[in-house]
Every structure is written in C-alpha cells, then in structure tokens.
C-alpha cells in the first residue's frame, strides 16, 4: 500500500482497477540447488504466459500463486510438473490466510525471502491479486495507492463498480472519507496474447 494519508487530505480523484476474478492456486517448491532454482523459474516464467503468476517467496522454498480464468487443468499439468522434478513440492487450490500462513512457516523455517504483497486495506489480508484503486489528493501530486483483498471485495460489492470501490474506501482502516461527488473512473482491462508455444509445451505434461 502507499504511505499514509490524512483523514483531513481530500480524495478528488478515484481510479478504480477492478479484480480479474477466477480460480486460484498456490505451487510451492523446495530448490535444493542453484540448479533446480533456475528451472523453477523457468517453469513458471512459462505459466506466465498463459495465466497470471505472482511470486511469493523467492529462495530455498519458491512459491507462487496463479490464477486462471476458466479451465484449471493448468494447474494439473504445473503439480505434475513439480511432483516429477523436485524432491518437495506443495499445492494448494486457493489462496488463503491458512495457505499464505503456511508457506510463510516454511520460508521462516527455510530462511527463504517472501515477497511483499499488496495488503488489504480493509482487513489487512495479503492477496497477490487484489482490487486496486489509485486516489488524486487535494494538494498532492503523487497518487495513494489502496489494494483489497477478494474477500473484503466480494463482502463490499454493489451493482455497479463505483458502488463497489465506494464502500471498500469507507472500510478502509485509513479512515478515508470519498464524497458521493467525487468521480470514481474504472480503468480498462488490458487484454494480451498469450503465446501458443507455451500452451503446447505445458501440454505434454500429465
């Protein structure tokens, strides 16, 4: 999240960057060498072209979520992957605090470097793909950056979009106050092409 803001500053700006929804899932793997650190990488350098992929923890233990929209036979083929290729590996189809508690344990007890993600400024949960709203200040040139998990996103929506943006600021614990004046604008989905020498490739496995 951005640095904090006063309760006095005025939001005259509200870019909304909704969600994309679909099924999670995170993908753990122990890298006993530099070796396996690099494949690892590579494997899901791969994923990433064919779904979002966001790292965790970066080291020893190397997780990531990804979330697909529509079919999940990817992440099939990513733990048939990780089964046949590493000594350890993990896979949880969701992401959750239980999930993120767990692989944070096994980083601490690995010394493995987890990555900072977004925080809820709701509730204080961590989500790697969370709702995201950029706020213009009154008397500030750089934007404050807010980021909401799923959860508090589902739990807060309205039917329409500005509705939804409206009431996770008034949850945030920030205490930030948006009038009902102040325009909310939601910022266009960026579609992309994804290669198909990826899809092939992650074909053969299974």
Known sequence: MGKPFS??????????????????????????????????????????????????????????????????SLFGKIEWLLKTQFTFSLVERNFSDVTFNLVRSLCVDSNTQMVELPECGACGAADPFPTRASLELAGSEAPVHVSYCSRCTTRHEGAEPAETIRALLAADRSGLHVGRETPVTQMPDIVEQRPRWAASKLAMAG
Do not use: C, W
């Not at 060498?33 to 080291?59: C, W, Y």
């Open 7 to 72: 309760r006095q500053s005025e939001v005259t700006r509200v870019h909304f960057h909704p969600a994309e929804t679909g099924s999670r899932a995170v993908f753990l793997a122990e890298a006993r060498t530099n070796k396996e650190l690099r494949q690892l990488r590579e494997l899901f350098d791969m994923v990433g072209q064919l779904a979002m992929v966001v790292p965790i923890s970066h080291g020893a233990v190397m997780s990531y979520a990804v979330q697909v929209d529509g079919d999940t």
